[in-house]
Structures are given as structure tokens and as C-alpha cells.
């Protein structure tokens, strides 16, 4: 299994609303990451899980929370988001971090619409 | 052709012909470069990469170059297809001082004529 599922493909939600996303890999990868996409632009990092333990936030805010249950799952916790927050939300996962440069498989994102 | 502002960068070929997408870089400390595909709706795919010592790497119909000294990137692809169309990234792996993160580029659109 060489792939990287995300659920679910599509979100709406309100600025009160709590929501979750997830991401599931079942390559043995033991570094995960959460990337923000908006229109037109490249992703942008925003969590790096390796080893199960959060190792890089690149100042995200807080309403963005990750979480990483175990080696195959990564979630990212949603609340009180602002309408800017709309974007693709792609999860990508790699055989380690850290310590050298290694493939990066994305999977195929969750679209959020904040209202 | 090229578009600018809040449009992507655009290069459209005709099917059948080559295609040359570039990309700049700015860490001379990154040691590897990457190509990703992102179709629409899809996440980004690989395509091919090359480390920092090499100037030139080739795949099944692409070929990626890479000119260190002016910081520049190159995707060739042969015999362009109408499934080539996408937008490409290029990204830069930053080294292991950097935690072996990737940073990527503004992205060109591939449109393929049939």
C-alpha cells in the first residue's frame, strides 16, 4: 500500500464549529506532516510528526491543533477557525525526518471552506 | 506564454513537443531538488529529484537539470501529453541542519494543446 488517504475530501464549516481532518498511511513511515495550500500557491508547511512526537511547528496558530494517535494516523484538530483559514489541507508522510532527505508521499488533501 | 499577478505562471505547448519549465532557487545549502505534478483536485505527486552534487538526472520522458551557480532548476519533459497537464513545483530540500525540510517554488501551470 503506497498510498496516503485523507478524510474527508471536503469540509464546510462555521467559525464556532469544531471539525477534525485525518490522515492514514499504511507504509511504515514514521515521520507525518500537515501542509496548507491556498488557491494558486505553493504548500506550505505547517506540523512535522516524527517518531509519534511533534517535532517542527512553523508558528501555526493555536485553533490548529495536531495530533498523532499512533505511527499510521495523523489528525488536525479544527476550532474557531476565520474564513482565511479556507484552504487545502494536505497530509504527506515519509520514512523518517530529520536526519536525511528521503521521498515525501501527499495524499490527496481535504478542501475546507470556513463560512 | 506567461501570465503574472494572481495567476500562476502559465507555459502551454502543443501535444507532442518538449516542455521546459524553470524554477529558481535560493539556499545554496539545499541538497536535494525536487519536481512534484499536482493534477487538479489531487495532491502533489513526485516526479523525480536530484541531489545537489549532480547536474543533470533523467527519467522515463523527463529530465530534470540543475545549475548551481545561478541557483537554477530545469523540468524537460518529452513528448508532452495532454495528461502532462498540471501544475509543477519545484521544492528544495534544505539539509539536514534544517531538519530536512521542503520548501517549494511558486509553481508553472503545464496546459497541453491536443
Known amino acids: 500500500d503506497t498510498e496516503v488517504t485523507q478524510t474527508p475530501k471536503h469540509l464546510v464549516m462555521g467559525m464556532t464549529n469544531k471539525k477534525s481532518l485525518k490522515c492514514e498511511q499504511h507504509m511504515g513511515h514514521r515521520a507525518m506532516y500537515w501542509y496548507k495550500q491556498k488557491a494558486k500557491k505553493p504548500p506550505e508547511l505547517m506540523f512535522v510528526?516524527?517518531?509519534?512526537?511533534?517535532?517542527i511547528n512553523e508558528s501555526v496558530p493555536s485553533r490548529f491543533s495536531p495530533e498523532c494517535p499512533n505511527s499510521s494516523l495523523l489528525n488536525l484538530h479544527l476550532h474557531a477557525l476565520q474564513p482565511e483559514d479556507s484552504a487545502l489541507y494536505l497530509c504527506?508522510?515519509?520514512?523518517?525526518?530529520?536526519?536525511?532527505?528521503?521521498?515525501?508521499?501527499f495524499g490527496p488533501g481535504t478542501r475546507l471552506t470556513v463560512l | 506564454g506567461e501570465s503574472v499577478g494572481l495567476h500562476l505562471p502559465t507555459l502551454s505547448v502543443q501535444e507532442g513537443d518538449n516542455s521546459i519549465i524553470n524554477c529558481a532557487y535560493s539556499n545554496s545549502a539545499s541538497d536535494y531538488f525536487i519536481w512534484y505534478k499536482q493534477e487538479s483536485g489531487k495532491g502533489p505527486q513526485f516526479i523525480i529529484d536530484i541531489r545537489s552534487n549532480m547536474d543533470k538526472r533523467q527519467g522515463q520522458r523527463v529530465t530534470v537539470l540543475l545549475n548551481k551557480t545561478v541557483k537554477h532548476l530545469s523540468l524537460q519533459i518529452a513528448a508532452t501529453q495532454p495528461g502532462d497537464s498540471a501544475v509543477y513545483f519545484c521544492a528544495e530540500n534544505k539539509g539536514r541542519n534544517a531538519g530536512n525540510m521542503l520548501t517549494f517554488g511558486g509553481g508553472t501551470r503545464l496546459m497541453v494543446k491536443p
Open positions: 510528526y516524527s517518531y509519534e512526537k511533534l517535532s
Open positions: 504527506a508522510s515519509s520514512q523518517s525526518a530529520g536526519d536525511y532527505y528521503n521521498e515525501q508521499f
